[in-house]
């Protein structure tokens, strides 16, 4: 499937919609999520234009990879998340639920989170 330039994401990237920005580096930009899960939810994305995690982790430069992956570190560290813990994830294609199609990485914190996935 090829990259979709007017997803959500992509717009805000390119500046056409705001976000809330929280950080913001040569390879990944940092906002809080407009609809929050927790008392504090993050999301991560790079900016290269890449629609999954599997998108990214095959196609995605070195730098790219490394700079993002160092940037959700950073964020979470930024956040005071560390101390008290936090989770973050990536959805992946239609089980997971993926709604965005540009990768991104969640940042959870602020709270109990639970158990690992919701159990069915
Ligand atoms: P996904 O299900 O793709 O992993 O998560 C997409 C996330 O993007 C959701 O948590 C949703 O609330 C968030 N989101 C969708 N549209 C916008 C937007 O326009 N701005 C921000 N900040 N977050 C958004």
């Known amino acids: 499937m090829a990259y979709d330039p007017e997803n959500i994401f992509a717009k805000i990237l390119r500046g056409e919609i705001p976000c809330d920005n929280v950080y913001e580096d040569d390879t990944a930009l940092a906002f809080k999520d407009i609809n929050p899960q927790a008392p504090t939810h993050v999301l991560v994305i790079p900016k290269?234009?890449?629609?999954?995690?599997?998108?990214f982790s095959k196609n995605g430069t070195e730098a790219e990879i490394t700079g993002f992956f160092r940037a959700v570190g950073k964020v979470a560290r930024d956040l005071g998340a560390v101390e008290a813990g936090y989770r973050f994830l990536a959805?992946?294609?239609?089980?997971?639920?993926?709604?965005?199609?540009?990768?991104?990485?969640?940042?959870?914190?602020?709270?109990?989170?639970?158990?690992?996935?919701?159990?069915?």
């Open 48 to 55: 290269g234009t890449y629609e999954s995690m599997d998108d």
């Open 91 to 120: 959805n992946n294609g239609a089980d997971a639920h993926q709604e965005v199609p540009h990768f991104h990485v969640h940042i959870f914190a602020g709270r109990d989170l639970g158990g690992m996935i919701k159990r069915v």
